[in-house]
């Protein structure tokens, strides 16, 4: 789970994450307070950031509370 690359002049980073026990390439474009998740070209979901900077999953497959977790981490540092 590392390997951050962000670029914030268009909005997108990108990093791994491990996801069903396997290491995954991700990629998230932030637009406003919702974030478009891509992972591995085959996984897409909508997040949306709470005021409290939470973020609640609004499309997609259900992910697990510790990859939500792990994607605010890196996208938004806390």
Do not use: W
């Not at 026990?21 to 990629?27: N, V």
């Not at 932030?30 to 709470?50: M, P, V």
Request: glycine share 6%; hydrophobic share 25%; charged share 25%.
């Amino acid at each position: 789970m590392t390997n951050t690359t962000d670029n914030s002049s268009n909005g997108k980073q990108e990093f791994t994450i491990n996801y069903s026990e396997r290491e995954l390439a991700c990629t998230v474009e932030r637009e406003g307070d919702t974030l478009h998740l891509h992972i591995d070209n085959n996984i897409n979901a909508d997040l949306e950031i709470q005021p409290d900077g939470s973020l609640v999953q609004t499309s997609g497959p259900e992910l697990p509370p510790s990859s939500l977790e792990f994607i605010k981490k890196e996208v938004l540092g806390q």
